[in-house]
T-cell receptor, first 109, second 116 residues
Framework: DQQVKQNSPSLSVQEGRISILNCDYTNSMFDYFLWYKKYPAEGPTFLISISSIKDKNEDGRFTVFLNKSAKHLSLHIVPSQPGDSAVYFCAGSNYKLTFGKGTLLTVNP | DTGVSQNPRHKITKRGQNVTFRCDPISEHNRLYWYRQTLGQGPEFLTYFQNEAQLEKSRLLSDRFSAERPKGSFSTLEIQRTEQGDSAMYLC??????????????FGPGTRLLVL
């Protein structure tokens, strides 16, 4: 039972454009959602989070949107930069984290 | 650097041997988590501690796995009689949990285990 799904294994965008990464979940008990960025052979790096009682959180170039009725969240990166190229994981939290399988983002110069 | 640290970063062992990994959390973080990540998957929860108490263990954690967090500081994860299926990246994360706030977990660099 995959409680968190990232249906796009990969995404390729041009530098300066918007990157939109999507995530769906089934567990209504998650009270917090987080996005992590991961480079090969390194641990995940925290990017941004959102409480389940909010619908939007913004931090610089990163914005996370939460649609509770659809059980869907998305991460927007504007403008995208080549250094953003990495695997992005969505996670739901009810203390422990449940991760999706990740989306490989490639930002082309 | 006051982030989460893990040692060793890489471990190669033969099937049947015991291995032990160490995690040093961010100081004053009261929660410490262990996750395991295999190729093409997201990290999967193994176990967690609040201070020195181990509060939950995943069904993924067989009897060959044991974790400790003496004195609520660093933690160790031991795997006895390793099997090839134990090959994975073992990740440690720590967080500061207090009432009424969301909990953000910060991860270490991981220990990559290869069982031959």
């Amino acid at each position: 039972d995959q409680q968190v799904k990232q249906n796009s294994p990969s995404l390729s965008v041009q530098e300066g454009r918007i990157s939109i990464l999507n995530c769906d979940y089934t567990n209504s008990m998650f009270d917090y959602f987080l996005w992590y960025k991961k480079y090969p052979a390194e641990g995940p790096t925290f990017l941004i989070s959102i409480s389940s009682i909010k619908d939007k959180n913004e931090d610089g170039r990163f914005t996370v949107f939460l649609n509770k009725s659809a059980k869907h969240l998305s991460l927007h990166i504007v403008p995208s930069q080549p250094g953003d190229s990495a695997v992005y994981f969505c996670a739901g939290s009810n203390y422990k984290l449940t991760f999706g399988k990740g989306t490989l983002l490639t930002v082309n110069p | 650097d006051t982030g989460v640290s893990q040692n060793p970063r890489h471990k190669i062992t033969k099937r049947g041997q015991n291995v032990t990994f160490r995690c040093d959390p961010i100081s004053e973080h009261n929660r410490l988590y262990w996750y395991r990540q295999t190729l093409g998957q997201g990290p999967e929860f193994l176990t967690y501690f609040q201070n020195e108490a181990q509060l939950e263990k995943s069904r993924l954690l067989s009897d060959r796995f044991s974790a400790e967090r003496p004195k609520g500081s660093f933690s160790t994860l031991e795997i006895q009689r390793t099997e090839q299926g134990d090959s994975a990246m073992y990740l440690c994360a720590s967080s500061l949990m207090w009432q009424g706030a969301g909990e953000t977990q910060y991860f270490g660099p991981g220990t990559r285990l290869l069982v031959l």
